[in-house]
């Protein structure tokens, strides 16, 4: 396997920055109906139900 290259910390920055968008603007294609996929509000509730779900069940015994 090849070496991890070094990058500079202004490179590493813009490329965050420009993933950070590229999702924002998936979010809202999907949020939009333009594009398939979760939307935030969906992924919201399911994280929701997924807590609740947890919560409510009992312990499990080991051993």
Known sequence: MA???EYSAELRERAVH???LRT???LAE???EKRQGTTVRDAQ???ELERE???SRPP???G
Do not use: F
Request: charge should be positive.
């Open 3 to 5: 070496p991890q290259k």
């Open 18 to 20: 420009r993933e950070a």
């Open 24 to 26: 924002w603007i998936r």
């Open 30 to 32: 999907v949020d939009g």
């Open 45 to 47: 509730r399911i994280a």
């Open 53 to 55: 779900n947890r919560e």
């Open 60 to 62: 499990v015994a080991h």
